[in-house]
T-cell receptor, first 113, second 113 residues
Framework: AQSVSQHNHHVILSEAASLELGCNYSYGGTVNLFWYVQYPGQHLQLLLK??????LVKGIKGFEAEFIKSKFSFNLRKPSVQWSDTAEYFCAASYSGTYKYIFGTGTRLKVLA | ETGVTQSPTHLIKTRGQQVTLRCSSQ?????VSWYQQALGQGPQFIFQ???????GRGNFPPRFSGLQFPNYSSELNVNALELDDSALYLC????????????FGSGTRLTVV
């Protein structure tokens, strides 16, 4: 079955630390990949997306993600986090021929000021 | 952009009752999907509507049903509520079927007692 795994459920960092959140997806043919962020009390917002082309994708707020096909991974990175990055982050996949997104269970990031 | 709006924001129902949740899609979007997000989990796909027709369904029983109207707004109906139906229900809209990123609403928090 198609699935998305996020291995870090809770991450605590100090401001200015570097961030990398893991995301792995199962094989299922052509896949589109997404990272969404949910700030406390707010709706899910799209951070970045990958369809094809350059495997290094840049998104909003200084986030980027790298698609590594051989590892079925799409990890999210940010060189220097801020207190305002405290949120829950979801990785999602959409497989060719389907319309549904398959979400991971999310990673709660807390950034200490 | 008006974004995706959902109503009500919170709802408490008794087991066995029926509930209707409403969603107004972002202006210009003709595709609406519904997701269920249980506590501590990622969103799970319920179904999608495109131009008033259901065109994809997740692993949810038939007591979960929906509608899309000519103005592309949508309803999610759940009959014979069960305690496990307690969750955040998210509506998401897109212009192209969802493969390029959905815009999510803030959700309806349903509690079944």
């Amino acid at each position: 079955a198609q699935s998305v795994s996020q291995h870090n459920h809770h991450v605590i960092l100090s401001e200015a630390a570097s961030l990398e959140l893991g995301c792995n997806y199962s094989y299922g043919g052509t896949v589109n990949l997404f990272w969404y962020v949910q700030y406390p009390g707010q709706h899910l917002q799209l951070l970045l997306k990958y369809f094809s082309g350059d495997p290094l994708v840049k998104g909003i707020k200084g986030f980027e993600a790298e698609f590594i096909k051989s590892k079925f991974s799409f990890n999210l990175r940010k060189p220097s986090v801020q207190w305002s990055d405290t949120a829950e982050y979801f990785c999602a996949a959409s497989y060719s021929g389907t319309y549904k997104y398959i979400f991971g269970t999310g990673t709660r990031l807390k950034v200490l000021a | 952009e008006t974004g995706v709006t959902q109503s009500p924001t919170h709802l408490i129902k008794t087991r066995g009752q029926q509930v209707t949740l409403r969603c107004s899609s972002q202006s210009g979007h003709n595709t609406v999907s519904w997701y269920q997000q249980a506590l501590g989990q990622g969103p799970q796909f319920i179904f999608q509507y495109y131009r008033e027709e259901e065109n994809g369904r997740g692993n949810f029983p038939p007591r979960f049903s929906g509608l899309q109207f000519p103005n592309y707004s949508s309803e999610l109906n759940v009959n014979a509520l069960e305690l496990d139906d307690s969750a955040l229900y998210l509506c998401a809209s897109s212009l192209t079927g969802g493969n390029y990123g959905y815009t999510f609403g803030s959700g309806t928090r349903l509690t079944v007692v």
